[in-house]
């Protein structure tokens, strides 16, 4: 059995983007393997962050792992900075890609955009050298995330090709696993952006509670043909309301055309409310549960045990492949 990998920035509140594009995953394929489940909360100083802020955002994080159902006793779940082998990895595998590669990287470029270069920190720009880090530690086959971070795992891919071709077989080549539906869930408020949880706009969080959740789907932009069909160009607003609704349901987009024909929008963003709250509405409880149960901080450090058994003997091999180990 393969082993599965994949983190979540704790940059702010979990959104339903996060849910559907990722930790709905984690939780399908949490059995099919060993599986690595990491906050990456080194990623998240990449951007200016307050350090209650982070702190308390991972332990929300790994709280909200807990109540989606990943299961402790299967799931290693742990802090990226727990591992010093995360950053020691990283600074060597620094040297195996390239200046114009990270230029390309679309998050380098959307995040920077707005920024002075003078502001920009050097780690947005090696976000990516971190993360191969990250997927190459535990020798992970299969790396389940949103369509937002294939573009990361094929750069991890050419590291790990050109590292093998350089030393022989060292590291396992990874490979992005993204749902069929709901890989890139939008904004609410603009359909034509991601929705994602640094940008509140048009953002619904898994902490909202039922009648929040309820008003933003209710005012979530829609379109003009006043037809419940999927079509991204033409109908982005609706388009995205249908593959929340079939991500979570697994109707298909036909099933949900035939279902509201003849009705109006407001009927069908009720239903899609009625879905969302259905899927959320009980971790709210167990996350509530699981934070008073102080039981985040137990299953952390145990996480990062095993994570550091594993992680240490990748780094060692990587070490004697590249002639830096002499004990
Ligand atoms: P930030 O706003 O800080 O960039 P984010 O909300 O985009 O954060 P990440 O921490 O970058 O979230 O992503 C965690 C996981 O959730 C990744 O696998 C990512 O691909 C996935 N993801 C994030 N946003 C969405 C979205 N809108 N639709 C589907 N998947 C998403
Ligand atoms: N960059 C990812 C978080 C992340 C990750 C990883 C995902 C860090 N390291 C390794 C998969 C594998 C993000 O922004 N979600």
Redesign the pocket.
């Known amino acids: 059995m393969d082993n599965i990998l994949?983190g979540?920035?704790p940059?702010?509140q979990l959104?339903l983007?996060?849910y559907?594009?990722?930790i709905k995953n984690f939780v399908k394929v949490q059995n099919e393997g060993e599986s690595f489940l990491f906050i990456a909360d080194l990623h998240a100083l990449t951007l200016p962050i307050e350090p209650q802020t982070l702190h308390d955002n991972s332990r929300d994080i790994a709280a909200f792992y807990l109540a989606a159902g990943l299961n402790p006793e299967k799931a290693n779940i742990f802090l990226q900075s727990d591992v010093a082998a995360h950053s020691e990895l990283a600074i060597i595998l620094q040297n195996y890609l390239y200046m114009g590669e990270l230029s390309r990287m679309t998050q380098f470029k959307d995040k920077s955009a707005k920024m002075k270069e003078e502001a920009i920190g050097l780690g947005l720009f090696t976000y990516p050298v971190l993360m191969a880090a990250d997927i190459v530690l535990y020798d992970s086959k299969r790396i389940p995330?949103?369509?937002?971070?294939v573009q990361h795992v094929e750069l991890a891919r050419d590291l790990v090709k050109r590292f093998n071709n350089r030393y022989g077989e060292t590291l396992v080549m990874p490979k992005a696993e993204v749902a069929k539906v709901?890989?890139?869930?939008m904004s609410l408020s603009d359909p034509t952006k991601?929705?994602?949880?640094?940008?509140p706009k048009g953002d619904v969080y898994l902490k909202d509670s039922v009648d929040v959740i309820r008003k933003k789907i209710m005012s979530a932009v829609t379109d003009m043909e006043a037809k419940v069909h999927y079509d991204v160009e033409k109908q982005p607003g609706v388009s995205n309301l249908m593959t929340i609704m079939s991500s979570l349901t697994g109707k298909s987009f036909e099933q949900i055309e035939k279902e509201f024909e003849g009705k109006g929008y407001g009927d069908f963003k009720r239903a899609v409310a009625d879905v969302v709250i259905a899927e959320l509405a009980p971790f709210k409880e167990r996350y509530e549960q699981i934070v008073k149960s102080g039981k985040v901080d137990e299953v952390l450090a145990k996480g990062a045990k095993r994570a550091n058994e594993i992680a240490s003997k990748t780094l060692v091999r990587v070490q004697k492949a590249v002639g830096l180990y002499h004990k």
Do not use: F, L, P, Y
Not at 182 to 185: H, L, N, S, T
Not at 194 to 199: A, G, L, N, P, V
């Open positions: 994949s979540i920035k940059t702010g959104t983007g996060n559907i594009g990722a995330v949103g369509e937002d971070q709901g890989a890139r869930i991601k929705m994602s949880k640094s940008d």
